[in-house]
Structure formats: structure tokens, C-alpha cells
């Protein structure tokens, strides 16, 4: 949430900005396994010692985590490869509305706290690599857009993964998200490609859990369309997708929601909210249409999947649960991104205005939706008719 926690100069780490998360034990390690273990007894000494004596500090610096017991996964992994294989072509199209997944050679994500990853894991740091759009973990047990499409691709074909979002984020960030994207990928024009945004949760300001006033909803047009005009000109043969803007009540307000079973704000207060995030709503659905006329290299379309979301994330049992949330029961968790990529996924193939809106997300069977040769045209709002 807060301004400029991480400088923006760490974006430009190549290729895909990602801290590793979990180191592979290559038999090549046990060698030299008596030396380390000598070196691990001294060092645990040293940090038990370190310990005893800055007890305190320690408590308060390093935040408490604990790591959610469960975890989504695609399990359906090889089936949905061996179905989709089957209707791989190796044209690339000319129409934006003739794009299937495996014609996608880049993957871009612009946004908030949200997209980054933030607090999805023990710290407070962007985590990319487990974001809903761009996240990298074996699919079998953490589930992102990136990772599936890696696994529909041919496999002569390559997929770049980039994700820009930054905690703190509104939509006046966008342009220079942007920007950076456009400088790292401008040699792939000819390349079909996929940019995520998901923006808003911060321009409420004072409204949400911010401080600055509100961004009003023209200012949130003109940020979000400077933005599409940068893309379309700088990266043709691009599909936008807008993320439509849940309810307060999944994100902004689930604290409050599980704390004290109340929505957060006065009545008043709230309606403003309310409100506010209808007419950004409103601002992403004009936008789709603006950008759906006369082109060919160009689409932009809302996925509205937790639109109509408006309660706290609750589970498969119908029970409210935190396990969609990170320690401060807003930023979604390692296992929150998984849920919240599942249910993307099928957004994606939904004929625009028949778009799933209030997605399940308390399903938690460990497989995605299967596409084959009737359901994997990627949905824009022209090919969404007559089909
Ligand atoms: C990938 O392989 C297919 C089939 O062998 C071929 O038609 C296509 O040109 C190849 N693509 C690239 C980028 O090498
Ligand atoms: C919409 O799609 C149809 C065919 O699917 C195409 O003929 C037409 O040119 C497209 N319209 C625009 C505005 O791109
Ligand atoms: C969305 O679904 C939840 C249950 O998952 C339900 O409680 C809620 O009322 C639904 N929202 C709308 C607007 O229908």
C-alpha cells in the first residue's frame, strides 16, 4: 500500500525480475556434506546466541509468517496439453481476434500491490514469481497465466514473462509501468502479446486505505487511456486485458470483514466508495468499447471475474477464510494468486458480455479448464458474436 517501497530501479533485474523461492537439492551438494555440517553447527550457534541476546528486536523486526497449509495446483496439467496439442498451428495470425493462447509469445503485467505479489510470501517485498499473471512455480502446485500458457506453448516457441506492477500503485503509475515495459520488449512489434492490468484499488485513496483524496473517475479515464494509446502505438499486436474492480469487500475490507464482521467505513463514507469503484467500472467497459472499433492489431477487454464478488473471500465449505489472504488480510496469499488465476483463465475464453462475474472462487479442485479446439479462441469484444 505505502508510496515507493521498493525503488523502481530494481524492475530492470533481467529476465524476469524473480527472487528464487525454493533452492533444488542437486546430489552434487552431499559431497561435501561433513564440511557443512560443521559450518551449520557453528553458525546455529552463533544465531541461537544471536538470538538470546536480541530477542526483542528480532520479534519486532521480522514479521511472523506462516505458511499456508494448503495450495492449488493444476493437476490436469498433461491432460490439458495432450487435448490442446492437438489443435496447435504454427500461423501466426494477422487479426486480433484470431489469437489463440499458443500464439502468444509475450506476457506483460501492469498494476498494484496486487499483481506484484506483495505479502504473498514471508516478507513485504514485490514477489512476481507468485502473482496470478506472471507467477513461475511448478503449475502442479501454484497456478498463474504465465505458467499455463508456458505449458500450452509449441514447444519451438518461446514466452517472455514481464511484470512491472508496484506496490503503491494508481493509475497515474501506469504510464511509466508502460514505459518500462515497451523499453524491454519494443524489438517483439511483430509478436502477438497479452498485457494484464488491474488498477484502482489505490486510486480510492482516503476512501480505501490510503491517504491521498481519491482519484476521480475522468482523471482514472484519461490515466488508463494514455496508457492504451502508448501500448497500441509502441506494441502493436497486443490484447489488453482490464481486470475488472472487485467489491470492497474482497480486498480493501476484509480486515474489517473478519475482524469485527462489519464493512469498514460509515455509511456515507462507504456509499462514496461504493460509488466511486462503479464509475472506474464503468470507465474500464467505455474504454473496451472505445478500443474495439477498427482494429486489427489492437483489443482491449474487461475480465470481470470478481466483479460481483462482494463478500469476503469465502471458502468451499461457504465459511469466510483467510487462506486467500496474506497476514493482513487484504493482499492475496501465495495461494490466493493460485485461486484468483484459476478462475482468470476461464474469464479469458468467455464471450465478452457472458463473462463469468462472480467467480467461485472457494473451488478448489487442483485442475484449470481444459481448452480445446470449440472453447480456446482468446475472446476480444468483436470475436464475442456469432460464434
Ligand atoms: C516450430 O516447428 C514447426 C513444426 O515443425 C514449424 O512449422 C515452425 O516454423 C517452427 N517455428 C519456429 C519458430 O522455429
Ligand atoms: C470484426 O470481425 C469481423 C469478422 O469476425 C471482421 O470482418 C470485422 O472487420 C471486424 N470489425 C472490426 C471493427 O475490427
Ligand atoms: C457472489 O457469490 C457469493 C457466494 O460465492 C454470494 O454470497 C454473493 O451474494 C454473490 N454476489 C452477487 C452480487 O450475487
Known amino acids: 500500500m505505502s508510496q515507493n517501497y521498493y525503488d523502481f530501479d530494481d524492475y530492470l533485474d533481467e529476465p524476469l525480475l524473480l527472487r528464487s523461492s525454493s533452492s533444488s537439492?542437486?546430489?552434487?551438494?552431499?559431497?561435501?556434506?561433513?564440511?557443512?555440517l560443521v559450518l551449520f553447527a557453528v553458525m546455529l550457534t552463533i544465531f541461537l546466541l544471536q538470538m538470546s541476546l536480541f530477542k526483542k528486536s528480532?520479534?519486532?523486526?521480522?514479521?511472523?509468517?506462516?505458511?499456508?497449509?494448503?495450495?492449488?495446483?493444476?493437476?490436469?496439467?498433461?491432460?490439458?496439453?495432450?487435448?490442446?496439442?492437438?489443435?496447435?498451428?504454427?500461423?501466426?495470425?494477422?487479426?486480433v481476434d484470431k489469437v489463440y493462447p499458443h500464439h502468444i509469445k509475450v506476457l506483460g503485467a501492469l498494476g498494484d500491490s496486487i499483481t506484484?505479489?506483495?505479502?504473498?510470501?514471508?516478507?513485504?517485498?514485490?514477489?512476481?514469481?507468485?502473482?496470478?499473471?506472471?507467477?513461475n512455480e511448478p503449475i502442479e502446485k501454484q497456478i498463474s497465466i504465465y505458467s499455463i500458457l508456458q505449458h500450452l506453448r509449441p514447444e519451438n516457441s518461446t514466452l517472455l514473462n514481464y511484470n512491472f506492477a508496484q506496490p503503491g500503485a494508481t493509475s497515474e503509475d501506469l504510464m511509466r509501468q508502460a514505459t518500462y515495459l515497451a523499453s524491454k520488449i519494443e524489438t517483439r512489434k511483430q509478436d502477438w502479446k497479452i498485457i494484464t492490468i488491474f488498477i484502482g484499488t489505490n486510486d480510492v485513496g482516503n476512501l480505501g486505505l490510503g491517504f491521498a483524496p481519491p482519484i476521480g473517475s475522468e482523471k482514472f479515464r484519461k490515466n488508463i487511456e494514455n496508457c492504451l494509446d502508448?501500448?497500441?502505438?509502441?506494441?502493436?499486436?497486443?490484447?489488453?486485458?482490464?481486470?475488472?474492480?472487485?467489491?470492497?469487500?474482497?480486498?480493501?475490507e476484509a480486515r474489517s470483514l473478519w475482524i469485527e464482521n462489519k464493512r469498514a467505513r460509515s455509511k456515507s463514507s462507504q456509499k462514496a466508495l461504493d460509488d466511486l469503484l462503479e464509475s472506474y467500472q464503468k470507465v474500464l467497459y467505455d474504454l473496451q468499447e472505445k478500443y474495439s472499433k477498427d482494429r486489427k492489431k489492437f483489443s482491449v477487454v474487461v475480465q470481470?471475474?470478481?466483479?460481483?464478488?462482494?463478500?469476503?473471500?469465502?471458502?468451499?465449505?461457504g465459511k469466510p477464510s483467510k487462506i486467500f489472504y496474506?497476514?493482513?488480510?487484504?493482499?492475496?496469499?501465495?495461494?490466493?494468486?493460485?485461486?484468483?488465476?484459476?478462475?482468470?483463465?476461464?474469464?479469458?475464453?468467455?464471450?465478452?458480455?457472458?463473462?463469468t462475474t462472480n467467480a467461485t472462487l472457494g473451488d478448489f479442485s487442483h485442475s484449470i479448464q481444459c481448452i480445446s479446439k470449440d472453447n480456446s479462441l482468446i475472446r476480444t469484444p468483436n470475436n464475442s458474436f456469432n460464434k
Open 304 to 317: 470481470p471475474f470478481i466483479t460481483e464478488y462482494n463478500i469476503i473471500f469465502t471458502d468451499d465449505k
Open 116 to 135: 506484484a505479489g506483495a505479502l504473498s510470501m514471508i516478507d513485504d517485498t514485490r514477489h512476481v514469481e507468485f502473482s496470478f499473471i506472471s507467477g
Open 58 to 95: 528480532y520479534q519486532t523486526e521480522v514479521p511472523k509468517f506462516v505458511e499456508n497449509p494448503k495450495f492449488l495446483g493444476a493437476k490436469n496439467i498433461a491432460e490439458c496439453v495432450r487435448e490442446y496439442n492437438k489443435i496447435i498451428d504454427f500461423n501466426t495470425p494477422e487479426n
Open 230 to 252: 502508448y501500448i497500441e502505438q509502441m506494441l502493436p499486436n497486443t490484447i489488453v486485458m482490464l481486470i475488472g474492480l472487485p467489491k470492497p469487500q474482497l480486498f480493501l
Open 326 to 355: 496474506s497476514d493482513d488480510i487484504f493482499h492475496p496469499s501465495k495461494l490466493g494468486h493460485s485461486i484468483m488465476a484459476k478462475h482468470l483463465w476461464i474469464n479469458i475464453f468467455e464471450p465478452v458480455g457472458k463473462k
Open 25 to 36: 537439492t542437486s546430489p552434487s551438494k552431499f559431497k561435501h556434506s561433513k564440511k557443512y
